[in-house]
């Protein structure tokens, strides 16, 4: 690390306020290779920095878990890595801590964190650590062309084959208006319309005959690699991993990505809030970020950490920055979820999804 950036967040290590070291942290956590992730950038050069244990704990729902222990009034973890939707949740229902956001280091060019971060992903509440995104992922070794834009997923003619999509509005609908000509940023103001959710639908109608349904993040690899599919909807962590971990010529077409956000929430009652707020602090600077971007294919939700993202770390040869939903390039048309239009219509458009997946009227 280069001595200023070092002397930054030893700086910030001392400035923020501690009423005694914990032993221990004990942070909630996803598990897997998300969790040794997290262990390899964050953990081990924390604990190194500052003497502070860090204990990842792995749960299947950090969510649920937080949320049972603290109506409880039994909290045993320190913080926990969410999704932006579920800390707005738990932020809003009183069960997660405020985060001042001052308390965050300054940019690598030292600018403010809240301008360093990509917009909308601070929360009150809330952290983020990691960008991952729903791409568009297809075999380049088949024949016919790749596709230029997300609008060619959807084009059968041009582009014949199945397709594979997510089962659920989620995402789905979100690229059936892009693949419709409907800019990212009028995304959601169409959507929010009778007419606009009928134009996704329609759009969809088209592919409609040719759609081949999943439902868990590991079925679309499967659904490339049996060439079952000529193009699928995906999560670009498991196509990156497919890439280059296993050496299958599959590949991301960036235009439409949705994106989401997962990061740090604290706890209401949370044993040691103020080193948590410490280890917040320090993890989300812009060089662990970084770190973090290079041991798996989430990009850093910091604008001046994408430039210090080297190769990855597997390897030690890939450079990582052509393989994040957040490099300039993969950002041209890229929409980040609107957690708070999912929460205000998630019923409704998933009753309609599903209405119209059985072939009921409207």
Same mark, same amino acid.
């Given at each position: 690390?280069?001595?200023?950036?070092?002397?930054?967040?030893?700086?910030?290590?001392?400035?923020?306020?501690?009423?005694?070291?914990?032993?221990?942290?004990?942070?909630?956590? $996803?598990?897997?290779?998300?969790?040794?992730?997290?262990?390899?950038?964050?953990?081990?050069?924390?604990?190194?920095?500052?003497?502070?244990?860090?204990?990842?704990?792995?749960?299947?729902?950090?969510?649920?878990?937080?949320?049972?222990?603290?109506?409880?009034?039994?909290?045993?973890?320190?913080?926990?890595?969410?999704?932006?939707?579920?800390?707005?949740?738990?932020?809003?229902?009183?069960?997660?801590?405020?985060?001042?956001?001052?308390?965050?280091?300054?940019?690598?060019?030292?600018?403010?964190?809240?301008?360093?971060?990509?917009?909308?992903?601070?929360?009150?509440?809330?952290?983020?650590?990691?960008?991952?995104?729903?791409? =568009?992922?297809?075999?380049?070794?088949?024949?016919?062309?790749?596709?230029?834009? =997300?609008?060619?997923?959807?084009?059968?003619?041009?582009?014949?084959?199945?397709?594979?999509?997510?089962?659920?509005?989620?995402?789905?609908?979100?690229?059936?208006?892009?693949?419709?000509?409907?800019?990212?940023?009028?995304?959601?103001?169409?959507?929010?319309?009778?007419?606009?959710?009928?134009?996704?639908?329609?759009?969809?109608?088209? =592919?409609?005959?040719?759609?081949?349904?999943?439902?868990?993040?590991?079925?679309?690899?499967?659904?490339?690699?049996?060439?079952?599919?000529?193009?699928?909807?995906?999560?670009?962590?498991?196509?990156?991993?497919?890439?280059?971990?296993?050496?299958?010529?599959?590949? =991301?077409?960036?235009?439409?990505?949705?994106?989401?956000?997962?990061? $740090?929430?604290?706890?209401?009652?949370?044993?040691?809030?103020?080193?948590?707020?410490?280890?917040?602090?320090?993890?989300?600077?812009?060089?662990?970020?970084?770190?973090?971007?290079?041991?798996?294919?989430?990009?850093?939700?910091?604008?001046?950490?994408?430039?210090?993202?080297?190769?990855?770390?597997?390897?030690?040869?890939?450079?990582?920055?052509?393989?994040?939903?957040?490099?300039?390039?993969?950002?041209?048309?890229?929409?980040?979820?609107?957690?708070?239009? $999912?929460?205000?219509?998630?019923?409704?458009?998933?009753?309609?999804?599903?209405? $119209?997946?059985?072939?009921?009227?409207?």
């Amino acid at each position: 690390m280069p001595l200023p950036r070092r002397l930054a967040l030893t700086a910030l290590l001392v400035a923020l306020p501690l009423s005694g070291r914990a032993a221990e942290l004990k942070v909630l956590s $996803w598990g897997g290779e998300f969790s040794a992730a997290q262990q390899a950038a964050f953990a081990r050069p924390f604990t190194q920095a500052t003497g502070i244990a860090v204990d990842i704990v792995d749960a299947e729902s950090p969510t649920a878990l937080i949320k049972s222990q603290v109506t409880a009034g039994n909290v045993t973890f320190d913080l926990a890595s969410v999704g932006l939707a579920d800390a707005v949740r738990l932020c809003d229902e009183g069960l997660a801590l405020p985060i001042d956001h001052r308390a965050l280091a300054p940019g690598a060019d030292g600018s403010p964190a809240a301008q360093d971060f990509l917009p909308g992903t601070l929360g009150p509440c809330f952290v983020p650590t990691d960008v991952y995104a729903t791409v =568009i992922a297809y075999d380049a070794s088949r024949p016919g062309g790749a596709p230029q834009t =997300i609008a060619d997923f959807f084009d059968v003619t041009l582009f014949p084959g199945r397709r594979g999509l997510l089962k659920e509005p989620r995402f789905t609908l979100e690229m059936a208006l892009m693949g419709d000509g409907v800019p990212a940023d009028q995304v959601y103001a169409t959507l929010s319309t009778p007419q606009g959710l009928d134009r996704a639908f329609a759009k969809l109608d088209q =592919i409609r005959r040719n759609a081949v349904w999943w439902e868990a993040g590991s079925q679309p690899v499967q659904l490339l690699a049996d060439g079952e599919v000529a193009m699928t909807m995906a999560y670009n962590g498991r196509i990156f991993a497919a890439q280059i971990d296993e050496d299958r010529p599959f590949r =991301i077409l960036w235009d439409g990505q949705v994106y989401e956000t997962e990061g $740090w929430m604290i706890p209401k009652g949370a044993p040691n809030p103020e080193e948590a707020l410490r280890f917040v602090a320090w993890t989300t600077a812009p060089e662990p970020l970084a770190r973090a971007a290079e041991q798996l294919s989430y990009g850093p939700p910091r604008r001046s950490s994408q430039a210090l993202v080297g190769v990855y770390a597997r390897d030690g040869k890939t450079p990582m920055a052509p393989h994040l939903p957040t490099t300039p390039e993969n950002m041209k048309n890229a929409l980040a979820i609107d957690t708070g239009f $999912w929460v205000d219509h998630d019923a409704e458009l998933t009753e309609r999804f599903a209405a $119209w997946l059985a072939g009921a009227d409207e």
